[in-house]
């Protein structure tokens, strides 16, 4: 069956550290994968997306890389700080299907 | 520009209760798309729709359904609520690239609470 696996344990960091999320997929054949932030209370907002002929994208702090070999994404935050400090989500679009599916999200927390 | 819009943003129901949910999508958006969060089960797809028409369902009963009207405005709607229901209920709405990329835009959601 179709999974994605987003580490469930929360990630507690120093601020300043860099920030590694994973998001492991099974039986996909996904166009591209998004990350998304939510904050308590809040709609997802939209981060990245990186397309499956990228290998890695970049946006200010924020690095994805996307290895369709491993089916795995990696969201990386450098220089974090407190405020980086929410659940992140990562989304792989179903070719087959053509839906947005989400995994579980990982909760990040950067202390001072 | 005005973002994506949920109403209401809390309700409280009873089981056997039904629930209408409204969702405006951001201006010129013509794809809206709904998921259920809860924390056991994450974010799970409800439904998309394009231009008034359903073009993807996700493996919820029948008591879940949508719609969208002509202005892209979506509600969707829980018939004969159950405790399990309980759970924030998000819209979103998404211009479609060229190049097929959904990016989404989310509203705030709607808290719904089954007692």
């Known amino acids: 069956s179709q999974k994605i696996e987003q580490n469930s344990e929360a990630l507690n960091i120093q601020e300043g550290k860099t920030a590694t999320l994973t998001c492991n997929y099974t039986?996909?054949?996904?166009?591209?994968l998004q990350w998304y932030r939510q904050d308590p209370g809040r709609g997802p907002v939209f981060l990245l997306l990186i397309r499956e002929n990228e290998k890695e994208k970049r946006k200010e702090r924020l690095k994805v890389t996307f290895d369709t070999t491993l089916k795995q994404s990696l969201f990386h935050i450098t220089a974090s700080q407190p405020a980086d400090s929410a659940t992140y989500l990562c989304a792989l679009h179903s070719s087959n299907t053509g839906k947005l599916i989400f995994g579980q999200g990982t909760t990040l927390q950067v202390k001072p | 520009k005005a973002g994506v819009t949920q109403t209401p943003r809390y309700l409280i129901k009873t089981r056997g209760q039904q629930v209408t949910l409204s969702c405006s999508p951001i201006s010129g958006h013509r794809s809206v798309s709904w998921y259920q969060q809860t924390p056991g089960q994450g974010l799970q797809f409800l439904f998309e729709y394009f231009s008034e028409t359903q073009r993807n369902k996700g493996n919820f009963p029948g008591r879940f359904s949508g719609r969208q009207f002509s202005n892209s405005r979506s509600e969707m709607n829980v018939s004969t609520l159950e405790l399990g229901d309980s759970a924030l209920y998000l819209c979103a709405s998404s211009l479609v690239t060229g190049s097929g990329a959904n990016v989404l835009t989310f509203g705030a959601g709607s808290r719904l609470t089954v007692l």
């Open positions: 039986n996909y054949s996904p166009a591209y």
